[in-house]
DNA sequence: CTGAAAGCGCTTACAG
DNA sequence: CTGAAAGCGCTTACAG
């Protein structure tokens, strides 16, 4: 009897190797009811195993966890996102990543989403693909969508307010019709405190390299720039556009040398032309920095530090302005409802070398 | 009896006007019954519209584009990964963007990708937590996963293989063993070709600031070099550990220096370290480059061009291999079979004034 | 070329 | 606490 016992166990514990090596051997991924039929349960059981807060006997859960092991058992999260109407996915569109300024964004938004169970989904958006890109947003059913690094941003970020997907635009805004929740650093104050402190430390021939003419970045720390010059009774010795690129600075840059006197400072948009613009005052014009020309940038990109540059720049504080985008983007998921709001940050002046001012 | 006509139409379209107006403002997203409906055809017209090369009446395409444009219908991508199994999404694990080599690398696999109809699913992989990632890598039915950046890929490549998705290590290798296709650079060849310059270049006391020592890469760089350089009778003047990152690369440098004779070369394991390298001499302790220490990089980041640093360098073909690593996966996803291929590039190197070599 | 129907793998009221 | 069943929005044989 006790030997028939030892069989019957022996060829039940075969069996059910057996059952768990052909179910892994088909390679199709497990599904909740083949750990269900493993662990004698129902369909349901498994799923609620793996819901948190849903109810189940602990001694369920300890079975279904265990065939689930067996089996190399994980939710398809494609399944419950047609079901639950969401998908754990946050769109992120972006079109360059040369300025530095976004990886770092990217690294730390990332990081932020996953820890809350969201996945970044990436949006590459050349220009004038625009309307591409809006077509294969919507389309994956993402529950939020943040712009950065893009220009002409209202289109989309009109159409994911249309079908209620909450929208945080990182360091830049559009139109105020536009429903869409915006972070951003004070790029006009940022502005007037360089000019201010250029002036106060006796510059006189003061230009600026734009950036992108289009960007709110560019328009605001123009206007504030110019604005506080003038109140300080100082026109713009002489400008030109640089893009927020890296050789597009360069030449500015030539554009601006090209005129004599040289200006004594130079504020540029970001730091990313900052360092084409040092590059061509020293490698080309074999002028000193700052005793020369002195050269302000804005982001605070790490690269600011380097030695070699030691650029002095407006800090946009990157790290509370991604945690305000994740934030803003994760109750408003939460809430299902569109309400935007607008966070702005105060910049700093980080004095480096490059301008002791 | 023409009036009544009049009437009936208005009418007609009256209905069909509300019925449209009823459907866009119940903000879910509309669905491809909602056009059927419409367009007066089955869901299966709908879906068939929709299908690239399914066979469709064109009046019937025609009626149901109409339905779906008055609609602002857009088929689910979610729905029909879960019928047809296809993600159309490709899992990108890294684990920091300091690097400029990386977010570069993105940008273009992204946009390869995107061609395809496939996108970037991002995963950021801090270290210490790889399996919470593979879990979530394999929770979303990725089509595919591209691991750059990460050390550790082993596991992960691994554990992806069993189920059957396609992987490719991009800049690094696993054990033989591991069903996983890699796209390197000659990281030994490299190595090599930077030493025999070197000592060409009549460089005697040459040292190494290596990376990661685990990764493959530097094991790579350094065993290529290091042989080289004894092949010409040449011992390792000195070397320290950078770990691929800015600051402690510049630690590594102050090891380094603290030995006198200095180096009068340093070959670093890639170029984000080289930057820190070539602040500390050049800052801290107030020598030449390339006179009284010439400095050679790995990887060819658009940095290294800038005109403060203008970096002698190995270059990897970043575009190339990125545009191999798209391919193999977009050929292995279609498959749906992981036969490993194993991609290997030329290097080059790029001599700038940080090593006239 | 077209429509009715099955089914992808889940979640979630509902009834017990 | 549990299971049977409906249903999320599609694709895709199948029969006509």
Same sequence: chains 1, 2.
């Avoid at 972070?183 to 201010?196: H, K, W």
């Avoid at 004599?260 to 005052?281: S, T």
Wanted: net charge neutral; glycine share 4%.
């Amino acid at each position: 009897m006790v030997y028939f016992l030892e069989v019957l166990r022996s060829k039940l514990s075969l069996n059910l190797w057996y059952f768990i090596f052909m179910e892994k051997k088909k390679k199709n991924p497990v599904t909740s009811i083949q750990v269900a039929k493993l662990a004698n349960v129902s369909q349901s059981a498994v799923s609620r195993t793996f819901t948190a807060g849903a109810s189940v006997a602990p001694a369920t859960k300890a079975r279904v966890l265990a065939a689930a092991k067996a089996l190399g058992y994980r939710p398809n999260v494609i399944a419950r996102s047609l079901i639950s109407g969401q998908s754990k996915t946050v769109g992120l569109v972006v079109a360059y990543l040369e300025n530095h300024f976004y990886p770092l964004m990217i690294q730390q938004l990332s990081h932020a989403l996953q820890a809350d169970g969201y996945h970044v989904l990436l949006f590459m958006a050349e220009s004038g693909q625009q309307d591409a890109v809006i077509e294969q947003i919507l389309q994956y059913q993402i529950d939020g969508v943040v712009l950065a690094s893009v220009t002409l941003s209202s289109h989309i970020a009109e159409e994911c307010a249309n079908i209620g997907v909450p929208v945080v635009l990182f360091n830049r805004y559009v139109p105020d019709e536009v429903q869409a929740s915006t972070v951003t650093s004070n790029n006009e104050a940022g502005g007037r405190l360089v000019a201010q402190r250029l002036v106060q430390a006796g510059h006189k021939r003061i230009s600026f390299v734009a950036g992108n003419v289009n960007s709110s970045t560019n328009q605001d720390r123009e206007r504030g720039f110019i604005a506080s010059l003038n109140a300080e009774g100082i026109e713009l010795w002489s400008t030109a556009i640089g893009k927020y690129r890296f050789l597009a600075a360069a030449e500015a840059t030539r554009e601006i040398l090209a005129k004599k006197p040289y200006p004594d400072a130079i504020f540029v948009a970001n730091d990313h032309m900052a360092f084409a613009v040092m590059d061509v005052i020293r490698d080309e014009y074999k002028l000193r920095i700052p005793e020369d020309i002195a050269v302000v940038g804005f982001d605070n990109v790490p690269e600011s530090n380097w030695g070699a540059y030691s650029l002095t720049t407006v800090e946009q504080p990157l790290t509370e302005m991604v945690a305000a985008t994740a934030e803003i983007l994760l109750q408003q998921m939460k809430d299902k409802k569109v309400t935007p709001t607008h966070k702005v940050f105060d910049t700093q002046l980080i004095v480096r070398k490059s301008a002791e001012i």
